[in-house]
């Protein structure tokens, strides 16, 4: 399952627009109410909230052998989000180290180096986001979500009431139930609007929660 296309929510695009632009250096085109950002093979796409400010958790996948590369980068455009005096985050069941940093309306941002995955480091910059490699996904129903996601992508999860991990190495949803912090931060996860293509699945899935609609477009 790859992550093609997510389209979030949030008060004030023209803010986010220039962090995505200045900070990050990525590739943005303007739609009618917002902006799209290209990062590599997907697309992350914000449009105008009608109400509110929602805050999402976004992980950007970059090379396996990056982690110390893409702390640095990431660090000087928006700072590092540190817990227990650590900035880098090991993950032996993903196989994968991670450091983390918000964007300006307070999204979660990750930059997840699984190992063995591949892409450019030399220098380490915008090229070297390769995809949009998770997006959290706010439900009072973990359980009751995973189980749509596993038969519409053919993916095996073992979801806890509070949270679940569903996907793999090429692409994952991160269900959160409302008021889980998004670690490493106390902001804790909420029911908002978010859209989702991803390859690898069949079908159009939606939650009348946020609203939140998922399609599958084969691979």
């Known amino acids: 399952m790859r992550l093609r296309h997510v389209t979030l929510a ?3 695009p023209d803010a986010l627009r220039q962090f995505y632009v200045e900070a990050l250096g990525l590739p943005v085109s303007d739609t009618a109410d917002g902006f799209v950002v290209a990062v590599g093979r997907s697309a992350l796409e914000f449009r105008a ?3 509110g400010d ?4 976004v992980a950007f996948s970059v090379p396996g052998d990056s982690a110390d590369e893409a702390a640095d980068w990431l660090d000087d455009r928006a700072g590092l989000l540190a817990e227990a005096g650590r900035t880098q985050f090991r993950y032996e069941f993903l196989d994968a180290t991670a450091v983390y940093a918000t964007d300006p309306a307070g999204n979660v941002l990750e930059l997840l180096a699984r190992d063995g995955r591949e892409g450019p480091t030399d220098p380490f910059g915008p ?3 390769l995809d949009v490699g998770e997006i959290g996904i706010t439900t009072s129903d973990v359980p009751w979500a995973a ?3 596993d038969r519409a992508f053919g993916l095996e999860s073992d979801p806890r009431e509070e ?3 569903v996907g793999g190495p090429a692409g994952a949803f991160v269900l ?4 889980r912090e998004w670690f490493p931060t106390d902001r804790g996860a909420e029911i908002a609007p978010l859209s989702v293509v991803a390859e690898g699945g069949t079908g159009a899935l939606s939650f ?4 939140v609609s998922v399609v599958g477009i084969g691979d």
């Open 163 to 165: 949270f679940a991990y």
């Open 147 to 149: 189980d749509r996601l």
């Open 208 to 211: 009348a929660e946020g609203p």
């Open 176 to 179: 959160a139930t409302p008021g």
């Open 49 to 51: 909230a009608d109400q």
């Open 10 to 12: 949030t008060a004030d």
């Open 54 to 57: 929602p805050c999402y958790h």
């Open 127 to 129: 090229d070297s986001l």
